[in-house]
Nanobody, 124 residues
Framework: QVQLVESGGGLVQAGGSLRLSCAAS????????MGWFRQAPGKEREFVAA????????DYADSVKGRFAISRENAKNTVYLQMNSLRPEDTAVYYC?????????????????WGQGTQVTVSS
């Protein structure tokens, strides 16, 4: 069992930056690919970014490419999402998720463990 806890969300003006963290307990994250997803009110959960268990492979949604960066520190059992040039349309609850194995995935149903989410609000 893996427990995930996100932090770092908040209110920021458009153009600003935030860094989300996802801390894991229960199991070492080095055996898991990790993903970030988000869900805005009235919308479906959508893929944001993912990283392989070694950190050697990353994947991003087109909407965040060039603005967001996913990274991980397996020694700290933590995954990060650096978000720059934030836009009002980035407003959502952000969730981190873990799936056993090396490969990333942009499909939420391929992830076994989820955090409780952290709110990101971008004002215009």
């Amino acid at each position: 069992q893996v427990q995930l806890v996100e932090s770092g969300g908040g209110l920021v003006q458009a153009g600003g930056s935030l860094r989300l963290s996802c801390a894991a307990s229960g199991r070492t994250l080095s055996n898991y690919a990790m993903g970030w997803f988000r869900q805005a009110p009235g919308k479906e959960r959508e893929f944001v970014a993912a990283i392989s268990w070694s950190g050697g492979s990353t994947d991003y949604a087109d909407s965040v490419k060039g603005r967001f960066a996913i990274s991980r520190e397996n020694a700290k059992n933590t995954v990060y999402l650096q978000m720059n040039s934030l836009r009002p349309e980035d407003t959502a609850v952000y969730y981190c998720a873990a799936r056993p194995g090396y490969h990333t995935s942009s499909y939420y149903y391929r992830y076994d463990y989820w955090g409780q989410g952290t709110q990101v609000t971008v004002s215009s």
